[in-house]
Every structure is written in C-alpha cells, then in structure tokens.
C-alpha cells in the first residue's frame, strides 16, 4: 500500500514504480482511492472512471485544489524507478509522479488547512484532449472544479510558472501547374510558391507581454513542410504547418487574425486545424498571491497546460512542481529529491496559512 504519511520522495519512488501509460490508469488509480480512503480524515472521496477525487468541507473562506494526472508516456526502458544519489530517475519522476506524491503527502499529513482542499488525480492527459480526464470530470463533475486557486503539479523545477501560452495550427496552401521537371517552364512550381511564405516567418519579430510581472515571448514558427509527387514532376501542390505560440492575453480567434495578417497578400489559403486558450495568470487574486509570496519565485509558463481549463472557468491557476520541464518524456526523466522535498514543506507552508 501507497504511505501516504512517509517520506515523499518515497512516495514518488512507489508511484513511478506502478505502471500508468494513458489507458491503463485502472492499478494507480485503484492504490490511490485505497490510500485515500485509510490514510487521510475529513475528506469526501470518489471515483470517475480512472480519475479520483478528494475534498474537505471545512468551512474555510477559501478553497484550493491540488491538480495532477496519474499517467505517463511510454516508458522508456525506465521502469523501474532507481535512486543515484540525489537523484530520483524513471518514467514520470518529473511528469508528474513527483507532483502527485507530494499532493497525496499533504492530503494525509496536514492537521489544520487554512483553506478547504480539493484533489484531483486523472487520466489520459498525455493523449489526445478528447481522451483527457480532467474535460471529463469538467463535463459530468464540474463542481468539483470550483476554487479560489488551482495549482497543477507539472515540473517547473520549484518555481511557480503563471498562467499558460495559448496555441494554435495552422496549414498554409500553395498551388501550382504540375509538369515535367525537364520541362519546369511549362509548370508552376507549388513548393517555390511557399518561399514568401518562409521569407514571413524568418522576418518575424516575436512580441513579448508582460502580465502580472509574467513575461510571456510569443513564438511563429514553421513546424511541417509537405509536398512534391516524385523525382521528375514539379508539384502542383504544396503547404506548410505554422504553429502559432501565442500570450495569454489574445484568444484563440485573436490569435488567428494575427496570423492572418502576416501572411496578408500572399497567395495561399490558411486553415486552422487546431487551437487551444491560454490562461491568464491571476496573480492579482489573494490566494493566488499568497502563494507566489510563499515561493518567493515566479515566471511565465512557456507551453500549453491544463490551467488553461480552469482559467476558463474563472479560476485562476499555476504550476508548481518538481521535476526539469525539458526532463519530461526522455529515456533519462529524473528528479532531484531535494525539489520533491522543497516542494512538499512549501505547499505545507501555504496550505497552513
């Protein structure tokens, strides 16, 4: 059984060492709602699908929840987890076993909260959104999504990371006159149409947005090239995927008249094909502050999270968490046991008021 009073990084080490890929959430799932049932007092306990679901009613005039997904990518031949030194290594030490322990710890160990608690453990995070366990319990439970402050246990490496960069795909289309490459003048070729294209891109000048003392550096950058039929045909039809990084202060359809706009008076066709919200950081809202003045430390999330579902609902959101973002997914992932440890006496701290 998962010692949900002991040691942390223990903790962690117990979690990495049962397999979770997206999908197979059932065990973990299972030893986590065991653990919550025997090992903590106070808390309303439930199950939705392979996501489990904590939280108190103590009347505290505020509440905050304690977010994290319980699977991981693939493992790497990284199972299971081993210790070097100070190090913790195997899949999801960082993304986000490490994380989830430290929540699971403080659900068990913290006598007198200053603000009701809410946990949230799901599945299928690290997969399509259609498949994400947290937009399930959004649509079937969405209450138990209410709070004053919502913190995601990815790994920031200790810092709180505000908020979350919106994202958005577009496929920029080039057409042409297909020929005989030995008769090239009788075509028109669709991949050299793309060169403006390109010739954009390379000429951007990325803004960058400060929002609550968060700087947020946007990013436009070409992430696919397709075309061409064969060796000897020049094409008639070509196109480049776009993936538009964007601050939290535009909305998606902001985002894409932007885009838009770069690319004004050339001649291709653009087409959305994916685009998610950013999350305003909220730093301004006192128990998001409290705990930034807790941390001491703050920055802007680069990349997409799922704050961006609670800032959607008005709820104002960070990460924080052990674990090197840029560890997450590799066949090394590991985590320095001190940011496990640091992480825990910190939320302690917060929690504690």
């Known amino acids: 059984m998962l010692d949900l009073g ?28 065991t653990a919550l049932r025997t090992q903590t007092r106070g808390f ?15 009347g505290r005039p505020s509440r905050v929840m304690l977010a ?7 493992a790497a031949d990284n199972l299971p987890s081993r210790r070097v030194g100070d190090q913790l290594y195997g899949c999801g030490t960082a993304d986000m076993k490490s994380g989830v322990a430290v929540f699971l710890h403080l659900a068990a160990t913290l006598s007198a909260p200053a603000h009701d608690l ?5 599945d299928c995070e690290e997969i399509e959104a259609s498949a994400n366990g947290l937009g399930r319990i959004e649509r ?20 709180i990371e505000a908020g979350c960069q919106g994202t958005l795909r577009v496929v920029i289309s080039a057409a042409g006159t297909r020929a005989h ?19 954009r891109l390379a000429d951007y000048r990325a803004r960058s947005v400060d929002i609550d003392g968060c700087r947020y550096r946007e ?10 039929v064969a060796g000897n045909v020049i094409p008639d039809a070509a196109s480049v995927t776009v993936n538009y990084r964007f601050a939290p202060d535009r909305s998606p359809a902001e985002a894409l008249n932007h885009v838009h706009g770069v690319f004004a008076g050339l001649d291709v066709t653009i087409e959305q094909t994916d685009a998610a ?4 950081p909220g730093l301004h809202r006192p128990a998001a502050r409290a705990l930034v003045e807790a941390a001491g430390q703050v920055r802007a999330k680069y990349g997409w999270t799922d704050v961006s579902r609670f800032a959607a609902r008005g709820v104002p959101a960070v990460n924080y968490g052990p674990g090197d973002p840029n560890l997450a997914h590799t066949r090394d992932e590991h985590v320095p046991v001190a940011q496990i440890t640091a992480a825990a006496e910190l939320l302690s701290r917060y929690l504690s008021g």
């Open 118 to 122: 809410t946990l949230v453990f799901y």
């Open 140 to 159: 079937e439970l969405p209450e138990w999504l209410d709070a004053d402050l919502a913190v995601l246990g990815e790994p920031t490496a200790g810092y």
């Open 6 to 33: 002991g040691d942390p990084v223990s903790l962690t080490a117990a979690l990495v060492d049962i397999p979770s890929e997206s999908r197979h959430e059932a065990r973990i799932a299972e030893e986590v709602e």
């Open 44 to 58: 309303e306990i439930i199950r939705n699908g392979n996501a489990v679901l904590a939280r108190t009613d103590l």
């Open 181 to 199: 490459s030995a008769r090239s003048w009788l075509g028109d070729n669709a991949i050299h149409r793309l060169s403006a294209v390109l010739d």
């Open 219 to 228: 990013g436009l950058s070409a992430v696919r090239i397709d075309g061409g």
């Open 277 to 280: 919200p950013g999350a305003l």
């Open 68 to 74: 994290g997904h319980l699977d991981t990518v693939p």
